[in-house]
């Protein structure tokens, strides 16, 4: 396996690390904040993460530095940073771990990022069902506020920047930033339309910034070790740094692996994840999370970073790498994840609302036998009617399963469906005499 340097993962993966300020302290936690506050200015700090080629790690992958850029530069009442760690795509769960293992990382990134952005408030808004993550969190930032790195006069260098925990009620949507917004305003989590963007009307209708666990987790060590090694890492110029993979499914080490940007899925999952976990060649792959497009073992040698992913037709997105075996059913798998967005719909949008349940019903009707071949055009038309026609990405996202598994494994739609026709032959012919 290719040795490479964890950012980070590091910390956690020493023997007896706990994730206290103590401990974090003692791997030079909070230097990039003593170096950093007061001693380099907000538009500088800005120029370097713009620098260092960092994009969200939450789906985007839009650069952090250009984002933080667009916040009006003139104005004079107060703006807001949001955290988003309402972690809900299926087969993610890296910002889970880094809240959990090593809280004070993720705290330290969003401290520089409020003064980078010139915000005194920060929110942190959880996913409702990680009660440990926001009790390891709330615990945090109290050590963080004692020891004088959270809240009014940080370190002496009169900056002030405080940081709270929001928990979620388990909402997907809220995933989406300006639902996050919503929710956290006290409304029902459902998407605003754009414009106008959050950088100007966002958290009560102030300039605002809403940035992934991961992505904020990076900024200290991009201040400590400068934009230069960070854009240095990975697939430069467009991919840099590493990224955190979260690996399930048939693989025989499921979990979530820091790697530089740009390795191919063939090494991540037969080197890192040691390969399938029985003697069934691999099948299917989602490179990243339930809402990507399906990749097949002809894109094993496609690289991992936003720019190859995309050329090959699906995106990285969370980072949510699923790998499945021969003998998978990409109709069952197809049906599972349509089931889930069906579900987390917001029903805002009439495309995505009753669309979602029209492509539920008739997946079930083919896995259940009882498909005509008039379903795959239907199937295909309702995806057509859905993406690109609602307010977030959220109609796009749930299509996707469906569009790629009829592309690349059509035949498993039209034998359920000859199988259906057979059984009503079957049913059709008159009874034998006895």
Not at 78 to 102: I, V
Not at 353 to 362: A, D, I, K, N, Y
Request: with cysteine; glycine share 12%.
């Amino acid at each position: 396996m290719p040795q490479h340097e964890l950012i980070l993962l590091k910390n956690m993966m020493q023997p007896g690390y706990t994730g206290s300020l103590v401990d974090y302290e003692k791997t030079g936690g909070y230097q990039a904040l003593r170096k950093t506050l007061g001693k380099i200015a907000p538009a500088d700090v800005t120029a370097m993460v713009r620098k260092s080629g960092l994009r969200g790690r939450g789906g985007a992958g839009f650069p952090t530095g250009v984002k933080w850029g667009f916040l009006p530069k003139d104005y004079q009442g107060p703006r807001y940073l949001c955290c988003n760690a309402d972690e809900s795509e299926p087969g993610t769960f890296k910002d889970r771990q880094l809240m959990e293992r090593d809280p004070h990382q993720v705290l330290e990134g969003i401290v520089l990022s409020c003064y980078a952005i010139g915000a005194e408030t920060a929110f942190i808004y959880i996913r409702g069902e990680m009660v440990l993550g926001a009790k390891i969190l709330e615990h945090a930032i109290a050590e963080a506020r004692a020891a004088g790195y959270i809240g009014k006069n940080i370190l002496g260098t009169g900056i002030h920047a405080d940081v709270w925990v929001h928990r979620g009620a388990g909402a997907y949507i809220c995933g989406e930033e300006t639902a996050l917004l919503e929710s956290l305003e006290g409304k029902r989590g459902l998407p605003r339309i754009k414009p106008p963007f959050p950088a100007t009307h966002g958290l009560y209708n102030k300039p605002t910034v809403v940035n992934n666990v991961e992505t904020l987790a990076n900024v200290p060590h991009i201040m400590n070790r400068g934009p230069e090694w960070f854009a240095a890492i990975g697939s430069p110029p467009k991919s840099t740094g590493t990224r955190v993979f979260c690996v399930s499914g048939h693989v025989k080490r499921p979990g979530n692996y820091e790697v530089p940007m740009g390795i191919t899925i063939r090494e991540l999952v037969y080197e890192h994840a040691g390969g399938m976990r029985s003697d069934k060649p691999l099948k299917a792959i989602i490179p990243g999370g339930a809402s990507a497009p399906f990749f097949t073992p002809a894109h094993l040698d496609v690289k991992l970073d936003f720019e190859h992913v995309a050329l090959a037709g699906s995106m990285l997105g969370s980072g949510g790498v699923t790998v499945m075996e021969e003998g998978t059913s990409m109709v069952w798998a197809a049906l599972r994840l349509m089931e889930f967005f069906y579900h987390e719909s917001c029903g805002k949008c009439s495309p995505c609302r009753e669309g979602s349940s029209w492509l539920v019903q008739t997946l079930r009707r083919i896995l259940a036998k009882r498909g005509h071949m008039e379903d795959l055009e239907t199937l295909l038309d309702l995806c057509k009617n859905i993406a690109g026609r609602t307010v977030c990405a959220f109609g796009d996202a749930e299509v996707a399963p469906i569009q790629s598994t009829l592309k690349y494994w059509r035949q498993e739609y039209v034998d359920l469906i000859h199988e259906a026709e057979a059984v009503n032959l079957i049913k059709l012919e008159p009874a034998g005499r006895h």
